[in-house]
């Protein structure tokens, strides 16, 4: 069984593919739908896991669960802005395994955190732990010098990427200190001076 992980596949929205033309080079949105179904079951078999961030469909309830249905694996949902609509049926509720607005596993001994958007502290980020999230579609978010990755179809061009893949590129990142223990300029500056004996407060 592997483990993938995705987010914003944005089935049934038009304008994503004039937005995003690099990795949705399509004429229109039933032709990216029809894609993007071909390409998920190409790559994950029905016993595999699928985390997905956030932001699955424009779709209204019956057509997106017809569409989940035709997805490969087991799926779980971290709940994005686009969801919210889906959220009030429990029938697109029982398409997942479980349904969260955050969610943090350990995975090979690393804590991984998950939601939709990128946040600039995590949980035991300061120990060394992993932040995946979606909703940015491959823009920066000033973060990616640290481990936290963008794990959207638009971001990776993948339309899922294995979970060790992710996990292990973010692992190569800074670790992110609490936000108390990030000094600012000045505060540097002054401890620099200190250090030099050129002022003693």
């Known amino acids: 069984m592997n483990t993938y992980v995705t987010s914003d596949l944005h089935f049934g929205h038009k304008n994503v593919i004039k937005y995003n033309p ?18 998920w079951n190409a790559i994950v078999n029905p016993e595999d896991l699928v985390y997905i961030l956030g932001d ?12 989940l249905n035709q997805l490969n694996g087991n799926k779980i949902l971290i709940v994005g ?27 090979n001994n690393t804590k991984v955190c998950m939601m939709h958007y990128p946040i600039s502290e995590w ?3 300061h120990h060394g732990s992993v932040m995946l999230h979606g909703h940015l579609h491959g823009n920066q978010s000033g ?16 339309i899922v990427t294995l979970l060790d893949d992710i996990v292990n590129d973010a ?25 030099c004996g050129i002022i003693s407060l």
């Not at 990795?23 to 071909?38: G, L, V």
């Not at 959220?87 to 943090?104: A, I, P, T, W």
Request: aromatic share 12%; net charge positive.
């Open 56 to 67: 699955i469909s424009f779709y209204k309830v019956e057509k997106t669960i017809s569409i």
């Open 143 to 158: 973060l990616c010098k640290y481990r936290i990755r963008d794990v959207g179809f638009d971001a990776t061009g993948n």
């Open 22 to 39: 690099k990795f949705r080079p399509y004429k229109d949105h039933e032709e990216m739908d029809a894609d993007m179904i071909r390409q």
């Open 81 to 107: 802005n686009h969801d919210q609509h889906l959220l009030k049926s429990q029938e697109f509720k029982n398409c997942f395994q479980g349904v969260y607005d955050y969610k943090s596993i350990k995975w």
């Open 171 to 195: 692992l190569k990142g800074k670790i992110r200190s609490h936000g108390w223990k990030n000094p600012t300029l000045s505060q540097k500056i002054v401890a620099f001076l200190k250090k």
């Open 123 to 125: 949980h035991d980020c």
